[in-house]
């Protein structure tokens, strides 16, 4: 998408920041830990950090960890839910935080809305040297037959090219890392995928899809169809029909060190 359609994207969260903070997954232990494991020290920052789903396992696993995002409802969502972790508002483009004053970053499900021309140059000020880049994102497995039938159903407004594991490979390759002189401090990505999931009934995942940015910038009676779709698809499935279910995801995760 241009320039605009992303800045609009992008701003869209806070008038859903209540049910994004209800509905949004949380991200798999094994996939935070490798995306860590090797950074210089604890203290990391978790940049565009919503209303806190990243920060909060961070915090369980024992980061010192502090949180800058940049939409004050979503900022205030997370201070409710986590009112003892350091949180700024402040942007990728501009963090509130001084120069290598962080041994790791990393952003759930957040770096495809920087501006890594800009936020590329930012990240590593604050990085200290061999200080890790990682990106995270929750993904649906498309692999299990019933996932593949919803993103069909739900169409690229809920499910796009990032949520499924082959677009994530294609993408994050190619969009997420620096494409300037910027690109010189970080060295060569690596890619890794861990399985995850989330339990679900039928109703709370369709709450959890009208989270999405394309669901939330979408006109009322257009949105409001594409759901009825989604929720008549998911009443037809035995898998999803009837109680919980566990939805099939993976945390897929592109690690980059600073150099």
Same mark, same amino acid.
């Given at each position: 998408m241009?320039?605009?359609?992303r800045? $609009?994207h992008?701003s869209s969260?806070?008038?859903a920041?209540v ?5 949004r ?9 490798w995306a860590?494991e ?15 789903k990243?920060?909060?396992t961070?915090?369980?696993?024992g980061?010192?960890t502090t949180?800058?995002?940049?939409d ?6 997370l201070r409710r ?5 350091r949180?700024?508002l ?9 120069d ?18 800009v936020?590329g ?24 037959d ?14 796009g ?18 494409r ?15 399985p995850h999931?989330? $339990? $679900?009934?039928?109703?709370s ?14 006109p009322?009676q257009e949105?409001?169809?594409r759901?009825?779709q ?8 035995p898998?999803?029909a009837q109680?919980d279910f566990?939805?099939?995801?993976l ?5 980059? $060190?600073?150099?």
């Amino acid at each position: 998408m241009d320039q605009g359609d992303r800045l $609009r994207h992008a701003s869209s969260f806070g008038i859903a920041a209540v049910a994004y903070g209800e509905h949004r997954p949380d991200y798999s232990r094994t996939a935070v830990a490798w995306a860590l494991e090797s950074a210089p020290g604890p203290r990391v920052l978790d940049l565009g950090a919503g209303t806190g789903k990243l920060t909060a396992t961070l915090v369980a696993m024992g980061a010192d960890t502090t949180a800058v995002e940049p939409d004050p409802a979503m900022l205030t969502e997370l201070r409710r839910a986590l009112p003892d972790v350091r949180s700024r508002l402040g942007s990728a483009e501009a963090i509130p935080l001084p120069d290598a004053s962080v041994d790791a970053v990393l952003a759930g499900n957040a770096m495809h809305w920087f501006d890594m021309d800009v936020a590329g140059p930012e990240i590593a000020r604050v990085l200290v040297p061999g200080g890790i880049l990682c990106g995270l994102w929750n993904v649906m497995d498309e692999q299990v037959d019933w996932v593949a039938g919803l993103a069909q159903v739900s169409g690229s407004e809920a499910i796009g090219p990032r949520d499924t594991p082959a677009g994530w490979r294609v993408e994050t390759a190619a969009a997420h890392l620096p494409r300037t002189a910027a690109a010189a401090r970080f060295g060569s990505p690596e890619q890794m995928e861990f399985p995850h999931g989330q $339990r $679900r009934t039928a109703d709370s995942l369709v709450a959890t899809l009208a989270t999405r940015a394309a669901m939330l910038v979408m006109p009322d009676q257009e949105r409001m169809a594409r759901l009825s779709q989604i929720r008549a698809f998911l009443s037809s499935r035995p898998e999803t029909a009837q109680g919980d279910f566990t939805l099939p995801m993976l945390t897929c995760v592109l690690r980059v $060190r600073r150099l």
